[in-house]
Each structure stands twice: as C-alpha cells, then as structure tokens.
C-alpha cells in the first residue's frame, strides 16, 4: 500500500479529482440560475465566486507554513474534506430548496469550502509530486497541472452527459463518491514530511520569487480573460455561439496538451527556449486573431494561444522549485495565488469592458511581452536548463 508506485498514482488521481472537484460550481451555472432549480440571479451567480478567489489566495498562502508545521498528509486530509463537505452539501441541497433567499449564502459558504479545499491541496499536490522525482520535478508538476486540468474540462462535459438539466444532482453525486473512495485509500498511505516540506527557520522571499509573482499575475489576466469570457470575446469576432462554445474547448485543450508535451518531452530535450519565448509566440497569436474574420482560421488561432501558454504557469512552478529548493512549498502556495490574483481581478473587472475587444487584446498583448521580459530576466544565472 506505501510503494512508491502507490503513492505516485494516487497522488495523481487526486489532482485529477481537485481539478473535478473545483469547477463544480461553474460547471452548474445553468442549473443555478434556472428559475425553476435554484433561481439564482446572474449577477448573484458572478458574486458567488468572489469568496471562492479570496478562499483560494488565503490558502495558497497559508498552506506552506501549514505543511510545514503538521506535514503534507494533514494538510492534504483537511484539503479534501472541505472539498467533500462542499460537494456532499451540494448534493443534498436537491432535499431543501427553500428559494434563492436562503440558497445563496448556503451556496457562498459550499464555493468558499471548495476554494479553501483547493488552495490547501493543490499547494500541497505540487511539491509532493515534484519531492517523488528528485530529477524530474518541473515534468512531475507539469503532469500534475496536465491532469487537474483534465478534471477541469471533464466537469462540464459530465453536465452534458446527464442530459436533463433537472438532474444536475448527479454531477456532485458522482464527484462526492468518487473523491470519498480515493480519500479513503488516501489515508492509508504514509507521507513522511521529509526535508522536502521543511521551511527554513528564519527566510526572506527571494526578489527573484517575486518576478515569478508578477509574471503570473500577468498571466492570470490572460487566462482569466480566456477562461471567463473567452466564448463572448468569440462572439464578438464574428464566431456563432456554437463555435465560440468550441473555440473555448479548444483553448483549454490546448493548455492541457502543452502540459503533457512539456512534461514528456523535456526530460530529455531542451525545452527552455521554447518556455521563455511562449508569451511573446502567445502575444503574435492573439493579435493575428484581432486581425483574422473567418471561423475555422480562428478557431486554430485559440487552439494555438492554449498550447503556447499551456507550460508558463506550471512551468514557472516547476523552475522555481528547482531554483529554490528550500522554499518549494512555499513556490507552490506563492504562485497559486498569483494565479487567482490574476483570474480574479480580471473575472471581475473585465465585465466593464467585454464588448471593446480590441482594447482587451492590446493590453493581453503588452502583459505577454512583459512576461516574457520578466522571463528573459529570470534566466541569468539560473537553473532554467535543470527545469526544462
């Protein structure tokens, strides 16, 4: 039961779960709003997130310090059982629907348990896998990003396969018992804390920890843009809503693809120069798609924009954790959160500004060469070649 092996599988399948788990929410969207579900407004459904983004900072944060005091197993154990608890409750809500009075800040509490449960494994998730391949830790982090993205994309698709929206119940049904089953394997496993997840007494944030933290803020608006308002932005450019629909799938794809590729691949390929340049490859795609009309052209342009921007969020994780060894929980924790730094601000502020597609795609493009400057200026005298 304690292999390695063992170990390494169902530390992976819980990043595939996390991932399930955390998009629920979204995922539901229209059965949150139907008004004969839960009738929420959708300007209550947009704030419904708002504690969800805070939760998550708060326990990217907070989870480092927390694993390194009790270690990786109680940290990840309290992690799940926010997200079971949230998903459980979620579930059970289909027995006591009382209005949308009531139901809304029932919902806010279940989407601040699942940001909260998130932050705390997925930080933990991070350096656990990285601490099982001491040679390959960017590819086992970049895996790992591969498959909680998988869980990402395949909660909505399970709303699709339910059919009736009137059976939304099923979705958290199957999530909670599937995340229960591999919990309870979980708990027999032994996760020693090691020197791994050992923060050292007294410590100053590196500054160059802090030029990853920019560049992932900067990301976090791009993806935040895409994420959020990526089929609107479609629309917008003369794609039909269907299409758009796709263009999205597509964009997400791509993320998920470049994940694996980085992760396969650059074991025994130099793969530095392609991360470093991603965002300025990214930065030409996006502005080849502000000047492109015809549909199919476009759809290939955002499959394009998710492959090249798969790698620079994990990837930045991966070669911090080799840059700074002795910080790798802390790499972890510090850029999820500026990733939901990122996301959040621009969830929330974009909403202004979603029929100026032009102005949006100008300041994507000016993040991108930022970052990519950012990572140019990261590489002097680093171990950006052990990374990638």
């Given at each position: 039961m304690n292999s390695r092996t063992v170990k390494i599988i169902i530390v992976f399948l819980l990043a595939?779960?996390?991932?399930?788990?955390?998009?629920?929410?979204?995922?539901?969207?229209?059965a949150f709003t139907d008004p004969s579900l839960f009738g929420l407004s959708s300007s209550q459904f947009g704030n419904l997130f708002i504690p969800q983004v805070i939760c998550i900072i708060i326990s990217c944060l907070g989870a480092p310090f927390l694993v390194n005091k009790w270690g990786p197993?109680?940290?990840?154990?309290?992690?799940?059982?926010?997200?079971?608890?949230?998903?459980?409750?979620?579930?059970?809500l289909q027995y006591c629907m009382h209005g949308p009075s009531l139901?809304?800040?029932?919902?806010?509490?279940?989407?601040?348990?699942?940001?909260?449960?998130?932050?705390?494994?997925?930080?933990?998730?991070?350096?656990?896998?990285?601490s099982f391949f001491e040679n390959d830790k960017p590819s086992a982090i970049l895996i790992l990003q591969f498959l909680v993205g998988l869980g990402t994309s395949a909660s909505p698709l399970m709303m699709n396969l339910i059919g009736d929206i009137k059976n939304w119940m099923y979705v958290p049904g199957y999530i909670f018992v599937a995340v229960i089953i591999i919990f309870i394997v979980f708990l027999f496993l032994k996760l020693e804390k090691g020197t791994f997840f050992e923060l050292p007494e007294h410590f100053r944030l590196p500054a160059k920890?802090?030029?990853?933290?920019?560049?992932?803020?900067?990301?976090?608006?791009?993806?935040?843009?895409f994420g959020s308002f990526g089929?609107?932005?479609?629309?917008?450019?003369?794609?039909?809503?269907?299409?758009?629909?796709?263009?999205?799938?597509?964009?997400?794809?791509?993320?998920?693809?470049?994940?694996?590729?980085?992760?396969?691949?650059?074991?025994?390929?130099?793969?530095?120069?392609?991360?470093?340049?991603?965002?300025?490859?990214?930065?030409?795609?996006?502005?080849?798609?502000?000047?492109?009309?015809?549909?199919?052209?476009?759809?290939?342009?955002?499959?394009?924009?998710?492959?090249?921007?798969?790698?620079?969020?994990?990837g930045s994780i991966g070669w911090g954790t080799v840059e700074f060894p002795t910080l790798s929980v802390l790499v972890s924790g510090f850029l999820m959160a500026a990733n939901q730094i990122g996301t959040?601000?621009?969830?929330?502020?974009?909403?202004?500004?979603?029929?100026?597609?032009?102005?949006?795609?100008?300041?994507?493009?000016?993040?991108?060469?930022?970052?990519?400057?950012?990572?140019?200026?990261?590489?002097?005298?680093?171990?950006?070649?052990?990374?990638?």
């Open positions: 595939f779960l996390t991932g399930l788990n955390f998009v629920i929410f979204p995922a539901l969207g229209t197993k109680i940290v990840l154990t309290v992690g799940l059982l926010l997200m079971i608890l949230s998903t459980g409750s979620l579930w059970a139901l809304f800040p029932i919902l806010m509490v279940l989407v601040a348990f699942t940001g909260s449960g998130f932050g705390l494994s997925i930080t933990t998730l991070n350096p656990l896998a990285a920890l802090w030029i990853f933290f920019i560049a992932i803020v900067l990301y976090g608006f791009v993806e935040g843009t089929a609107i932005i479609l629309i917008n450019q003369g794609v039909d809503s269907s299409k758009a629909s796709l263009g999205l799938s597509l964009f997400w794809g791509g993320i998920a693809l470049n994940r694996l590729f980085f992760g396969i691949f650059s074991r025994k390929n130099n793969l530095s120069y392609l991360f470093l340049t991603s965002p300025l490859i990214v930065a030409v795609l996006l502005f080849l798609l502000m000047k492109t009309a015809g549909a199919d052209s476009i759809l290939l342009i955002m499959f394009g924009i998710g492959f090249f921007m798969g790698s620079i969020f994990p959040g601000v621009m969830t929330n502020v974009l909403g202004n500004f979603s029929d100026r597609t032009s102005t949006i795609f100008w300041f994507l493009i000016l993040c991108l060469v930022m970052i990519c400057i950012l990572l140019f200026s990261l590489k002097k005298d680093s171990k950006i070649n052990e990374a990638f």
